[in-house]
């Protein structure tokens, strides 16, 4: 296919189904929306009320769905959707949306409006109009296996140099063991140290676990762009992996939007069900911390930390309760932001909107959010458990000169197990 | 009746009522309508000072309710007794005159006591077809009402015929009937409601009105002092409403505990009229007291207001068979447009192609 502006209309159009008209009906235009919204809350600019973004595709609702807009568009009451229309959609959709969920959540008649933008993303995505970023992060996605670029042969000498560091073997392709680990492309580079810290943690706790050369990331830019093509062939990637390797479980990293994917839009986007579960990875650890196989002898840390949670995996994800265990057990001093489990803040760069050049100066302002989050507690530590948040956070705090830490939990529960074992 | 220009208090020991009785039924007037304690002697020494009041009483489509219920009183009272302190120089039912003498009478008053009788009117009055639906002496009701109205010095409407129209007025209204306020507009008008209304009330009102004027009225035109509550408000089974207890039918166990009428249609909680506290026959009951709901006689076109039996909260409307032609045309449009979506979204997902990974890299090149 050739993006196309009429393509895009076509996407969006038949992208409009019952649950969305029935969204569109029910809105009372209460503007409740635009106060879940961390880009509305810290700019006051009514545009980026979150049924404001959907604008185009309400029009063609109306448009081609209800008997009034009908007779409007007869006798040329309504304007049909230029490209002017789509582009300026662009900046609503991809570059001012994290997707964090916090409006549909909010809303009052229940209208999933998150769901509705990725619709909209998909169908500027059909337009040609998603931008370059991620569909450069699409293809290396699906031809070389990380958003980031980095092919297996990376995190094979990744792998080699946490397996000389611990004296622990790492499989790679090793059928038949409980788990498939999966990363984000941060975590191949940036964060690799978690490589070594989950091989220590499995290997006390006694779980066999492998990577896979056929699939070794999870980040999922398809998604992001509201493709459900691509998503599904990424998906479908890391599916045969599993399969191909027999595993019971296979573990989505510390990544919000990636655990999304793999664990709940995977089998709608495929059209069946897997045959294997799907775990965040600390939803794993803190299993295995109920078994009681993350043995640790010493006492918690007094040190106050507070825990970032992502949205894609705390509010639409449902991963609320595990982190909590985990940092309680570590420190007796683990305090909560205002807001936080499914009611939490987002960072700023979640859906994308991170990796988008031209939303910089943005970002920074709607940090301020979590910025003030984090000044009210006080803290020096901030944990959190998906690589695009800690990224975004590093760069906000850098910003504005804040001397607060910000670690990863997996790294955390290594660190603090690893210190009991040497003392 | 000739005109008289006896003072009260000379008219009172003629009848053998002594001060005390007066006095009496002073202060029973002033606290029946709540006015500070002094206004019982204001009234009593303005009553005994006053001359007798003219008044000009005209009956209209009505049923004599009013006047009964005025005159008929259990016992001869010291409410009946009010109407020998005024002049009443015409009424139908009660005069002695008849014909050309009774009409004369009513003329005499007109110009003995211009701009300064007061005018009671009971009964609506008929407007269609030139209001030929009811004539007295060969005039309609429409031009007597028109004629004498225009020199008194106020009206009272007694009775919810000629304060809101009433019974004749009910749908579907074949002789157009209207109230006095409807075609009176230049006048001062107190509207006394009821079906009929309570004695005690009329005769209250009158007093109020010939010692210290007109009283104070609601957005009905109705004296506060007796229509300020809600029946609901002062009844005494309210206790069972606040409490959830209903008579479901009029012979069922709650019907014979005497709770609460809600459910079995009781208007109280929309009537405001003063049957709850100051009773019928001398104060010996009211219809919730005797085990009927209030019908709210004393409220404008309580005739029209649904069934008497049905609970407030139930609709009254009638969907009838525009209803189900809407409903039916409804189902027929919603069908055809469901239809027609339902063809344009197949259409729009054959027209959509699939995203590739090419598309990903038009940009690129």
Redo the contacts between chains.
């Keep these: 296919m050739t993006t196309s502006l009429e393509q895009g209309i076509n996407t969006l159009k038949a992208a409009i189904d019952a649950p969305t008209a029935s969204y569109f009906s029910s809105c009372v235009h209460c503007g409740i929306c635009a106060y879940a919204c961390i880009f509305y809350t810290e700019t006051g600019e009514a545009k980026y009320t979150p049924m404001n973004r959907l604008e185009p595709m309400k029009r063609l609702w109306e448009q081609e769905y209800t008997v009034l807009g009908r007779l409007k568009k007869l006798i040329g009451l309504s304007k049909a959707i230029t490209q002017a229309d789509m582009e300026a959609a662009v900046e609503l959709n991809f570059e001012s949306c994290t997707t964090c969920g916090r409006c549909s959540m909010i809303c009052p008649v229940g209208n999933d409006i998150v769901y509705m933008i990725k619709k909209m993303r998909g169908a500027l995505t059909a337009a040609g109009l998603a931008p370059p970023e991620l569909k450069g992060a699409a293809v290396r996605a699906i031809e070389k296996g990380s958003v980031m670029g980095f092919p297996m042969e990376t995190l094979a000498a990744q792998v080699r140099a946490a397996e000389k560091e611990t004296g622990i073997k790492i499989n790679i392709d090793e059928p038949n063991v409980d788990y498939m680990l999966l990363l984000s492309s941060a975590e191949v580079v940036q964060f690799d140290e978690i490589i070594g810290s989950l091989a220590k943690i499995f290997k006390q706790a006694g779980v066999t676990w492998t990577f896979s050369s056929k699939a070794h990331e999870a980040a999922n830019p398809g998604m992001h762009m509201g493709a459900k093509d691509i998503e599904a062939q990424q998906i479908e990637q890391m599916v045969a992996a599993a399969e191909e390797l027999k595993v019971k479980n296979v573990i989505s990293p510390e990544c919000g939007h990636a655990y999304m994917a793999i664990r709940w839009d995977g089998p709608n986007v495929i059209g069946r069900p897997y045959p294997f579960k799907v775990f965040h990875i600390i939803e794993v650890l803190d299993q295995l911390r109920e078994q009681g196989k993350l043995k640790t002898n010493a006492c918690c840390t007094e040190e106050p930390i507070t825990f970032h949670d992502p949205c894609q995996a705390a509010r639409r994800g449902g991963v609320n309760q595990p982190q909590r265990n985990l940092l309680n057990m570590m420190s007796s001093n683990f305090v909560e932001m205002k807001q936080h489990s499914a009611c939490n803040w987002c960072c700023g760069g979640g859906g994308g909107v991170g990796s988008l050049e031209k939303t910089e100066e943005l970002r920074k302002r709607i940090f301020h959010r979590k910025k003030r989050q984090i000044d009210e507690l006080g803290v020096n530590t901030v944990v959190t458990m998906c690589a695009t948040c800690r990224n975004t956070l590093e760069e906000g705090l850098e910003n504005n000169s804040m001397d607060v830490n910000v670690i990863g939990l997996t790294e955390a529960v290594a660190n603090h197990l690893l210190k009991e074992n040497e003392s | 009746m000739t005109k008289k220009t006896h003072r009260l208090s000379d008219e009172l020991q003629k009848h053998g009522i002594s001060r005390r009785s007066f006095l009496k039924f002073c202060t029973a007037m002033a606290s029946a309508m709540a006015l500070p304690p002094m206004a019982a002697n204001v009234m009593a020494e303005t009553l005994e000072k006053v001359q007798r009041q003219s008044v000009i009483w005209l009956s209209f489509q009505e049923c004599t309710g009013c006047t009964e219920s005025l005159t008929r009183s259990h016992k001869p009272s010291i409410e009946s007794l009010i109407f020998d302190f005024i002049s009443l120089d015409y009424h139908h039912t009660l005069q002695a005159a008849s014909g050309d003498a009774a009409e004369l009478a009513r003329e005499q008053a007109m110009h003995a006591h211009k701009g300064k009788y007061i005018l009671i009117v009971d009964g609506s009055i008929p407007t269609k077809d030139d209001g030929v639906y009811s004539t007295i002496a060969g005039m309609t009701n429409l031009d007597m009402l028109k004629e004498v109205a225009k020199d008194a010095a106020a009206i009272v409407s007694i009775g919810t015929c000629a304060a809101y129209g009433g019974l004749p007025k009910a749908a579907p209204n074949p002789t157009g009937a209207q109230s006095v306020s409807e075609i009176i507009k230049d006048k001062p008008i107190i509207n006394i409601p009821g079906c009929p209304p309570i004695p005690v009330v009329m005769t209250g009102v009158l007093a109020h009105v010939l010692t210290l004027g007109i009283p104070e009225l609601d957005s009905h035109g109705r004296p506060v002092a007796f229509y300020g509550d809600s029946i609901h408000d002062r009844c005494y089974r309210r206790p069972f409403y606040d409490q959830g207890l209903f008579a479901k039918s009029f012979d069922d166990d709650g019907a014979r505990k005497g709770w609460c009428l809600y459910e079995v249609g009781c208007k109280g909680p929309v009537t405001h009229n003063a049957c709850a506290t100051l009773k019928w026959n001398n104060g010996t009951s009211f219809p919730i007291q005797s085990g009927h709901g209030c019908i709210g006689c004393s409220e404008p076109d309580f005739w029209d207001a649904g069934g008497f039996y049905k609970a407030l909260s139930t609709s009254n409307a009638e969907p009838g068979h525009w209803a189900g032609v809407a409903l039916g045309a409804g189902a027929v449009?919603g069908a055809a447009?469901a239809l027609?979506?339902r063809h344009?979204?197949k259409q729009?997902?054959s027209?959509?192609?699939?995203?590739?990974?090419d598309?990903?890299?038009?940009?690129?090149a």
């Design positions: 449009v447009a027609a979506n344009s979204h729009a997902e027209d959509k192609t699939e995203i590739t990974l598309d990903m890299k038009e940009s690129d």
